[in-house]
Nanobody
Framework: VQLVESGGGSVQAGGSLRLSCAAV????????MGWFRQTPGKEREGVAS???????KYADSVNGRFTISHDNAKNTLYLQMNSLKPEDSAMYYC??????????????????WGQGTQVTVS
C-alpha cells in the first residue's frame, strides 16, 4: 500500500487549499482513512477521518472549515481546507488502515502513511 500526498503550498490567511492523497495498491472502500498534521517539536495531531461507511470525524480546531472526502473511482482522498489560519501551518499526512471501522483521529491505529505535504499559512 502506498499513499502519496499532494496539494500543499503557501497561502495567505483566509485562503483555501485542497490536499489530495492518491492510494496505490489497495481498494479505497475497504480502508478507514485520515488526515494528520505535525509541526516541529509538537505531537502529531488528527485533523479529519472518514470511515468505510462514509462517517466522518473532525478535530474541533478545523470543524466547519475543513472537509474530508474521497473519490472511489480515482482511489483518492481529499482534504478541502477553507478559511485557513496561520496555526494550520504544518506538514500534513494521510493515513489508512483496513482494520479500523469507525472514523478516528487516533494516529496509533493507522498502519499506512504517506510522506507528507507542507502547508504554510501566512
Amino acid at each position: 500500500v502506498q499513499l502519496v500526498e499532494s496539494g500543499g503550498g503557501s497561502v495567505q490567511a483566509g485562503g483555501s487549499l485542497r490536499l489530495s492523497c492518491a492510494a496505490v495498491g489497495y481498494t479505497y472502500g475497504r480502508y478507514c482513512m485520515g488526515w494528520f498534521r505535525q509541526t516541529p517539536g509538537k505531537e502529531r495531531e488528527g485533523v479529519a477521518s472518514i470511515a468505510r461507511s462514509g462517517g466522518t470525524k473532525y478535530a474541533d480546531s478545523v470543524n466547519g472549515r475543513f472537509t474530508i472526502s474521497h473519490d472511489n473511482a480515482k482511489n483518492t482522498l481529499y482534504l478541502q481546507m477553507n478559511s485557513l489560519k496561520p496555526e494550520d501551518s504544518a506538514m500534513y499526512y494521510c493515513a489508512a488502515d483496513p482494520r479500523v471501522v469507525s472514523a478516528t483521529l487516533e494516529d496509533w491505529v493507522y498502519s499506512f502513511w504517506g510522506q507528507g505535504t507542507q502547508v504554510t499559512v501566512s
